[in-house]
């Protein structure tokens, strides 16, 4: 149990895939200028990293692996991952609407999600059992959500502020996550 | 030739994929934090974006537009394979210090992005011409950022010392705030220089189509 | 869509996967052959810079790992021109950012002859400078970290920060190596015959935890705990002029990811006289092994409770290790308490 707490809060805080990892900055420059938008997007991310997790686990363990084909990885990952976003569209369209309409129209987006890619290769590097993959994924994407939602809440502030000329738009941005990571830094006393 | 120079000079400088359009960001501070991992990325990255852009212009007649989608993906996925099978043959060290990041070329949203907007629709030449112009005006950045982080957060350049022994390295700019920081203020310079050049002509908004919606709300991508 | 189109599309769908996937396979067939080439030229630079006058190396599977998160890849017996020189094992266990790979070289006598650092994921610029042949924990004398375990006995202490210096900022990292370093040494040693790897208290015996007695024999009857996963080893009576005046246990049990093992001594009020941390195979739990943790103890009535954060102190970095252990002192002199008044010691 502990080891899975472990990786829990390595993956969802000390290793922020965001703001310590870089991983998946487009989307994190790209859609925070809503906070109901970063929201959605990091719901529908989390919804398919766990569920894409939980697909390329076994296929690599009991299908490429056995077969010696691990150098198919990237090509398998990354089309089993497009396809899945695919049904899983299909599906909230037709049978929980709802659910589409709140995160549905983020789904195209997810395929070229780098977040959700580089979970599927981590799991596979850092030797993790099929539970260990789940929770790292989950811890991975809630860390996407939180990096997501406070640039969010930045960033409404910052519509009002006075910025230098110079900063405006974009690189306040960067400057601004470049603060959070600092604070981010100090969860890496978090675990021994 | 001149049409050919022009679409160079686009990728380059005009159109250039991290400060302008803002796509491909994540490999770009992440392993920037010394020059031959930036000049490792930014060939690694050119190489599967010419090849990539080189094949899909060459089928482009012969690619379905309904499953164009599908299809850039295992092109793409199999250029970023050979790139990452070559890396770890004959690169073993930059391989291991990029790590992750060799395997997420393949969903880098300028290659989709180029191959999309470009070489489905343009001939075999321009399209190379285009990869070539749009790799290397992402590795420039690359070194840019590469060169101040390891130069002041290490003191070193290419892994050989050059600032004075007294010289305490800056850590901070080697970890990632410091990435963020160095980005933001490159990116501040280039703003302020596009801004200068292009003084009374209002910039062409350059939208990606790769991590952002339309204003309608519909997503861009299919 | 009309089916003939599906099937169409689907047809040439297959064609460029099928393409794809062949293409990659002659990719794979040309390069996994030097992949392979360069993996066995990194071990065996690494086995010779660890054994620099060693004149082969032989895969041995004696050697075997005592942590279930540290897994050992291979280990080998440097073959040296007359005898074994010593062992040598890859090993991969958790650090901070991912696993960590080590070459670890033991010699005959007990002496590390280097750590050959083959992987590492940490940050750069912090951990990640435990690879880094610039990097000195010794400016004066260009010791890189895994340099300074060269020359190092077994014997010696363990303990980052004391023993061992860290590397700036990157404590984790420094800890987690040092503990594979120590890992290898200790089953190396095993192998090897020569005992006595860690600084091991239980030479002195239970009379070091029952300092009020003269004698100290073997108890004839056992102490035995309620608590379930304790198992008490050896329990022993220490007399004074003929009078019992303690007891003393070495008990084990399961502490973070591995298994704890301390020696309790209590007295016949119910005192704790003393307590020694004999073994902990937690990853990164060695720090508990340092006497000032185990001193705690001493003078605690056994029957109090016995809490990490209230009255004793976790040894910072290694909570989960310190709760395991105090949790096991803490049964272990329950258990004696009631075996000395049960009586027939």
């Known amino acids: 149990m502990s080891d899975l707490i472990k990786i829990f809060v390595a993956a969802f805080l000390i290793n922020n895939i965001i703001l310590m990892r870089f991983i998946a900055l487009c989307s994190y420059i790209g859609m925070t200028s809503d906070v109901g938008q970063s929201v959605g997007m990091g719901l529908a991310v989390t919804f398919v990293t766990v569920m894409a997790s939980a697909v390329t686990w076994p296929i690599y363990y009991w299908i490429l692996k056995p077969n010696g084909l691990e150098f198919l990885e990237i090509l398998v990952f990354i089309v089993v991952i497009a396809a899945l976003v695919q049904l899983v569209e299909f599906y909230l369209k037709k049978s929980v609407p709802t659910l589409y309409h709140a995160m549905g129209i983020y789904l195209p987006l997810i395929t070229t999600n780098c977040a959700i890619l580089a979970v599927t290769f981590d799991q596979i590097t850092n030797n993790y059992n099929f539970v260990q993959s789940i929770v790292f994924s989950v811890a991975v994407s809630l860390g996407y959500l939180l990096a997501m939602l406070l640039l969010a809440g930045v960033r409404q502030r910052l519509k009002n502020s006075p910025i230098p000329a110079f900063m405006m738009d974009t690189p306040i941005l960067f400057l601004t996550t470049s603060l959070i990571a600092v604070a981010f830094m100090g969860f890496a006393g978090l675990i021994k | 030739m001149k049409r050919l120079f022009g679409v160079f000079v686009n990728g ?194 350059t939208q990606d189509n790769c991590c952002t919606l339309r204003e309608n709300g519909s997503a861009e991508k299919a | 869509m009309k089916r003939r189109q599906m099937i169409k599309l689907g047809l040439i769908l297959a064609v460029y996967t099928i393409v794809g996937c062949v293409g990659l396979a002659f990719v794979y067939n040309s390069t996994s052959k030097t992949i ?257 943790f185990a001193q705690q103890f001493a003078g605690k009535k056994a029957g109090a409770p016995l809490e990490v954060g209230t009255n004793i102190d976790a040894v910072s970095g290694a909570t989960f290790s310190s709760r395991g252990a105090t949790a096991l002192v803490k049964a272990t002199a329950d258990a004696l308490v009631k075996a000395l008044a049960g009586g027939g010691l």
Not at chain 2, 17 to 25: A, D, R, T
Not at chain 2, 100 to 129: H, Y
Not at chain 3, 68 to 86: E, M, R
Not at chain 3, 184 to 207: D, F
Request: charged content about 15%; glycine content about 10%.
């Open chain 2, 12 to 205: 380059l400088i005009v159109e250039n994929p991290l400060f302008v359009i803002m796509i491909g960001l994540c490999s770009s501070m992440a392993v920037t934090t010394t020059v031959a991992n930036g000049i490792g990325m930014g060939v690694a990255l050119t190489f599967v974006l010419v090849m990539s852009e080189l094949i899909i212009s060459l089928f482009r007649n012969l690619i379905p537009e309904s499953i164009r989608m599908p299809i850039f993906l295992i092109v793409i996925a199999a250029f970023t394979t050979i790139m990452d099978l070559e890396m770890k043959a004959y690169f073993p060290v930059l391989s291991k210090s990029m790590g992750v990041f060799i395997p997420l070329v393949v969903v880098n949203c300028i290659i989709m992005g180029r191959v999309e907007a470009f070489s489905s629709k343009q001939p075999v030449a321009d399209s190379v011409v285009d990869g070539l112009g749009m790799g290397l005006g992402y590795t420039w950045v690359l070194i840019a950022l590469a060169v101040v982080r390891e130069l002041l957060g290490n003191g070193t350049l290419l892994g050989r010392q050059i600032m004075p022994s007294s010289f305490a390295p800056m850590i901070f700019l080697i970890l990632p705030p410091g990435g963020f920081l160095v980005f933001a203020l490159w990116m501040a310079a280039s703003n302020d220089l596009r801004r200068k050049l292009l003084a009374g002509k209002k910039p062409e908004p």
């Open chain 3, 36 to 292: 392979a080439q360069r993996q066995e030229a990194d071990l065996q630079a690494g086995l010779r810079e660890v054994f620099p006058k060693a004149t082969g190396f032989t895969p041995t599977d004696t050697v075997k790992s005592t942590n279930p998160n540290i897994v050992f890849d291979a280990a080998y017996t440097a073959d040296g021109p007359s005898g074994s020189l010593g062992i040598a094992v890859k090993v991969h266990g958790p650090s901070y950012g991912g696993p960590t790979t080590l070459i670890v070289g033991v010699s005959t006598d007990g002496t590390i002859t280097g750590v050959k650092v083959l992987e590492n994921k940490d940050t750069p610029g912090l951990g990640a400078n435990a690879e880094s042949s610039t990097y000195y924990v010794d400016k004066a004398t260009k010791t890189t970290f895994p340099g300074q375990f060269a020359g190092k006995k077994l014997t010696d202490g363990f303990v980052v920060k004391k023993d061992v210096i860290a590397i700036t900022s990157a404590t984790i990292t420094s800890r987690s190596i040092t503990n594979l370093v120590q890992v290898v040494g200790k089953a190396a040693s095993e192998v090897l015959g020569i005992g006595g790897s860690s600084p091991s208290p239980s030479s002195q015996g239970p009379s070091a935890v029952l300092p009020s007695a003269d004698t100290v024999r073997t108890s004839s009857k056992a102490a035995t705990s309620s608590v379930p996963g304790v198992s008490i080893l050896e329990t022993s009576v220490g007399t004074k002029a003929g009078t019992i005046v303690g007891a003393s246990a070495k008990a084990k049990a399961k502490s973070y990811d591995g298994e704890v093992t301390v020696l309790v001594g209590v007295s016949t009020d119910g005192t704790i006289l003393g307590v020694q941390i004999l073994e902990c195979t937690d990853s990164q739990g060695s720090p508990i092994l340092a006497p000032e």
